[in-house]
Structure formats: structure tokens, C-alpha cells
């Protein structure tokens, strides 16, 4: 789906014209940059999140020189999926995600070991045994 063929979509669902379904559609996508060009997230939730991310200089190759090369840190846009829009995707792999959140805290219950009461004795004892011997030191006369 292209620009075109999402006005189109927005102006048939909501009876709008396809110019007015345009200017919709840019005050979304420019409210959109303006918030992540300023350093904010935008937030849709069940669709995903726009986002500013910081990349770290690095070095390249340059094949045709056949070179080494040093790339400037840059920022750059990013989208990550909301939940509900990846279940649309794949259904069968939220449904083993769920499943397996569900089965997460169980399972820890069941395997949380008991931890041993520690004493002071205990600690004592340690810390002693591995402090180091003083050595005796001779005086020179």
C-alpha cells in the first residue's frame, strides 16, 4: 500500500474527500516527525512506537577503495510494533508468547530455591580463613 492508496482507504471509511483524507493524513505523519526529530516518542499503543535513536560512530569498508572508514555518529528514526499489531501478524506466535508468560511465574515458585541462613559465626569464620598470614619481618641491626 502506497501514499495514494491509503487516502483512498481513509477518505472511503470515514466519507471525507480524498483531499481532505491528504491533509489527514500529513498532519499525522508531520506530527509524527516533529515529535521524533524533537527527541520525544510517539506512542500508538497496540501499533507500535516512533522513536529517536543515537548511532555510535563506527568504522567501515569502503569496497571499491578497498579501505577503512570512519562513519559519524548519527540519530536516526525507529519504529518498534506494538503487541497487537504483531499478534496480527502471527497469531501462533503470540499465542506460544502468552503461553509461555503464563507458564514463567509458575515455574519460578516451583524452582525458587530456599537460601540458607547465614550467621555471623559463618561469616567470621570465612573472612578468617582467607585473610592472608602476617609474616614475620627480621630487623636488621
Known amino acids: 500500500m502506497n501514499r495514494i492508496e491509503l ?14 483524507a491528504a491533509r489527514v493524513l500529513e498532519t499525522i505523519t508531520s506530527s509524527v516527525v ?17 522513536k529517536q535513536v543515537a548511532r555510535a560512530a563506527r568504522s567501515g569498508f569502503n569496497p571499491q577503495a578497498g579501505t577503512k572508514i570512519k562513519i559519524a555518529a548519527t540519530k536516526v ?14 497469531p501462533k506466535a503470540a499465542k506460544r508468547k502468552a503461553e509461555k508468560a503464563a507458564a514463567a511465574p509458575a515455574a519460578k515458585k516451583a524452582a525458587a530455591p530456599k537460601k540458607a541462613a547465614v550467621t555471623k559465626a559463618a561469616v567470621t569464620k570465612a573472612v578468617v580463613a582467607k585473610a592472608p598470614a602476617k609474616k614475620a619481618v627480621a630487623k636488621k641491626k
Open 34 to 50: 516533529a515529535a521524533v526529530k524533537k527527541g520525544d516518542s510517539v506512542q500508538l499503543v497496540g501499533f507500535g512506537t516512533f
Open 77 to 90: 528514526p525507529k519504529f518498534v510494533a506494538g503487541a497487537a499489531f504483531k499478534a496480527a501478524i502471527d
Open 7 to 20: 487516502v483512498e482507504k481513509i477518505a472511503t471509511t470515514h466519507n471525507l474527500s480524498k483531499a481532505e
